[in-house]
């Protein structure tokens, strides 16, 4: 079974691509932060008030790092890949990075999320600190980088595809 792994900002795309993209390549579909809601018994923001945000990226380590190990197609949260076992994980599977403006994801999380607890009210100043902050590590194990700004889900994934078609035809 293949791994391909979804990383990127909120808002970049990667719970609405990795379901189509899933279907596409007839693999099992995986996000992390759903997961991690489902193991909890909780909601994330519920997580980062009650246990704070280092138990929750504990459980994010675990989670992202038992599912990377099963495979399929895994969206993972945007903080994940700053985590090093979840960075030196990345390094051995396909990674996509979804590439999105600050305005953009802004735009698709809406301006007040309180589903993400890291940009609270001020989503688009949160977005671009967050982005600043974690561009290199988005870039760094990305093997497909697709900017999904002036993409639908549909194209994303067409995108995806077909960059790993050229891939396949250069191994």
């Known amino acids: 079974m293949s ?3 979804l990383i990127g900002a909120p808002g970049s795309g ?3 691509v990795g379901p189509l993209l899933a279907e596409r390549l007839e693999e099992e579909f995986v996000d992390v932060d759903a997961l991690i809601e489902q193991v909890e018994g909780r909601d994330i923001p519920e997580i980062f008030l009650v246990e704070g945000e280092p138990y929750f990226r504990q459980v994010e ?3 992202t790092l038992a599912a990377i190990e099963c495979g399929g197609v895994i969206s993972l949260g945007g903080g994940a890949p700053v985590d ?3 960075g030196k994980a990345l390094d051995q599977v396909c990674v996509v990075w979804l590439d999105v403006s600050a305005r953009t994801a802004a735009d698709r999380v809406g301006l007040k999320d309180t589903g993400r607890p890291l940009l609270g009210s001020q989503v688009h100043s949160q977005l671009v600190r967050l982005m600043k ?3 290199a590590v988005y870039e760094r194990p990305a093997t497909i980088r697709v900017s999904t700004d002036k993409l639908t889900p549909d194209q994303v994934v067409e995108a995806i595809m077909s960059e790993l078609a050229d891939l396949e035809g250069e191994s």
């Open 14 to 16: 990667k719970s609405t």
């Open 84 to 86: 090093i076992e979840v």
């Open 3 to 5: 791994v391909i792994v």
């Open 61 to 63: 380590r675990r989670e």
């Open 133 to 135: 902050d974690r561009r």
